[in-house]
T-cell receptor
Framework: EAAVTQSPRNKVAVTGGKVTLSCNQT?????MYWYRQDTGHGLRLIHY???????EKGDIPDGYKASRPSQENFSLILELATPSQTSVYFC????????FGAGTRLSVL | QQKVQQSPESLIVPEGGMASLNCTSS?????YFWWYRQHSGKSPKMLM?????GEKEEGRFTVHLNKASLHTSLHIRDSQPSDSALYLC????????????FGQGTKLSIKP
């Protein structure tokens, strides 16, 4: 089974601060995704990537940047965090279906 | 605008009963549908996929797909307390890349 590791698992940030969420995969999948999950919204796609050096905007990219420096690593960057970005963030890789990491719970105060 | 709509939002089913969940895409270009299950505090895991018109059965779980109406449904028979979870429907234009868009989910509770 795909191994997708997210760090940190929990994060408390201050409004206006910079936050970086990291995702590492060991299965050599080309496609990686960042979603956020809020009650009543299911999973919403923020950014995704087809491979190293590639990033694509998802449905809700505003306020987020993504970076894919290698096949294994895909980061989500909040340059100026806001309370509305408080959420649970999931990274996933895709080979046919999605394989999710355990999630990062982010609170922006 | 949610391109994948699920209904109902929540559902309570007695243990041993049948649960029926629905999902429709408003994007006419999608061809692939998945159902994921997410237990409380955990990450989603793929339950079933369906890409062709018709029905697919795996144990107590059956999925239907009508490509003309872009409607899929998940049916769980002989529901167990362990089936209590958030069920998420996802749709994509491509089998293995690109956007994979989720609905808002159906929260299923199985009442002992």
């Amino acid at each position: 089974e795909a191994a997708v590791t997210q760090s940190p698992r929990n994060k408390v940030a201050v409004t206006g601060g910079k936050v970086t969420l990291s995702c590492n995969q060991t299965n050599n999948h080309n496609n990686m995704y960042w979603y956020r999950q809020d009650t009543g919204h299911g999973l919403r796609l923020i950014h995704y990537s087809y491979g190293a050096g590639s990033t694509e905007k998802g449905d809700i990219p505003d306020g987020y940047k993504a970076s894919r420096p290698s096949q294994e690593n895909f980061s989500l960057i909040l340059e100026l965090a806001t309370p509305s970005q408080t959420s649970v963030y999931f990274c996933a890789t895709r080979e046919n279906t999605l394989y999710f990491g355990a999630g990062t719970r982010l609170s922006v105060l | 605008q949610q391109k994948v709509q699920q209904s109902p939002e929540s559902l309570i089913v007695p243990e041993g009963g049948m649960a029926s969940l629905n999902c429709t895409s408003s994007d006419r270009n999608v061809d692939y549908f998945w159902w994921y299950r997410q237990h409380s505090g955990k990450s989603p895991k793929m339950l079933m996929s369906i890409f062709s018109n018709g029905e697919k059965e795996e144990g107590r779980f059956t999925v239907h797909l009508n490509k003309a109406s872009l409607h899929t449904s998940l049916h769980i028979r002989d529901s167990q307390p362990s089936d209590s979870a958030l069920y998420l429907c996802a749709a994509s234009r491509n089998y293995n890349q690109g956007k994979l868009i989720f609905g808002q989910g159906t929260k299923l509770s199985i009442k002992p």
